[in-house]
């Protein structure tokens, strides 16, 4: 629970934290923000990190002329961490994928985890990838933890890698291009300045718009043949 209210307090004060970061460091910040961004997006094991937060405090901090980040060259290394960090995490889970989804006749750990998750599984979790992929991998990059994992999964469903990369860049181009442009165009206002914790609620909502739409949009379909 202690760790917990120390990521929110993070979170909601990132500004501040990344704020005294870049003024120490100054074009270090580049780096420990790529590496934020690559793993959080690339790594399972860190879903935690901040991602629509801290893209939204990059963002305006580089609309502040006394600060050493750059719009650009944030964009641009903020775009590739995000890219080939799914393609990590995707690359991952195709690899595991088969010490995960095996036939009967194995022992220890995996070999139980397999008797769930066995071919059928696999094959339909594929299948619902190959049909709806794209729009979940675009969802998920808005959507805090589920885009740490959905990459994840894809890779061990085994979704085309053709088809992945293609909505990988697309993802990360609206993602990172939509977070770091609201932070650079409208977070040094004073309003938000002063409410610098409601902006970043409001940022995370935001986010989960596209797939409760979605999903409101499918329940209504159904509900009306």
């Known amino acids: 629970m202690e760790t917990i209210q120390h990521l929110l307090q993070y979170i909601l004060h990132i500004d501040d934290y990344l704020l005294s970061f870049v003024s120490a460091y100054g074009?270090?910040?580049?780096?420990?923000?790529?590496?934020?961004?690559?793993?959080?997006?690339?790594?399972?094991?860190?879903?935690?990190?901040?991602?629509?937060s801290l893209l939204f405090a990059a963002g305006s901090l580089a609309a502040n002329a006394t600060q050493s980040l750059n719009i650009?060259?944030?964009?641009?290394l903020l775009l590739t961490a995000s890219i080939l960090g799914n393609k990590v995490?995707?690359?991952?889970?195709?690899?595991?994928?088969?010490?995960?989804?095996?036939?009967?006749?194995?022992?220890?750990?995996?070999?139980?985890?397999?008797?769930?998750?066995?071919?059928?599984?696999?094959?339909?979790?594929?299948?619902?990838?190959?049909?709806?992929?794209?729009?979940?991998i675009i969802f998920a990059r808005f959507i805090p933890f589920f885009?740490?994992?959905?990459?994840?999964?894809?890779?061990?469903?085994?979704?085309?890698?053709?088809?992945?990369?293609?909505?990988?860049?697309?993802?990360?181009?609206?993602?990172i291009g939509s977070l770091l442009s609201a932070g650079y165009f409208f977070g040094n206002l004073p309003i938000i300045k002063e409410n610098f914790s409601i902006a970043?609620?409001?940022?995370?909502?935001?986010?989960?718009?596209?797939?409760?739409?979605?999903?409101?949009?499918?329940?209504?379909g159904s509900a009306n043949p």
């Not at 650009?72 to 641009?76: D, G, K, P, T, Y």
């Not at 986010?207 to 979605?214: E, K, W």
Request: net charge positive; charged share 15%.
């Open 27 to 52: 074009i270090w910040a580049y780096a420990v923000l790529f590496a934020i961004i690559f793993c959080e997006t690339g790594l399972v094991i860190f879903p935690f990190l901040p991602g629509d």
């Open 72 to 76: 650009q060259i944030l964009f641009v």
């Open 89 to 136: 995490n995707y690359l991952i889970g195709r690899s595991i994928g088969p010490k995960i989804f095996q036939k009967e006749g194995n022992s220890g750990h995996i070999g139980q985890l397999g008797r769930l998750l066995n071919q059928e599984h696999l094959q339909k979790a594929h299948e619902f990838y190959e049909k709806h992929g794209g729009k979940t």
């Open 147 to 175: 885009r740490t994992f959905v990459p994840f999964v894809a890779g061990i469903s085994y979704m085309s890698m053709q088809r992945f990369t293609f909505y990988n860049i697309v993802s990360a181009l609206l993602w």
């Open 200 to 220: 970043v609620y409001t940022v995370i909502a935001i986010s989960l718009l596209p797939p409760i739409i979605a999903f409101c949009y499918r329940r209504l």
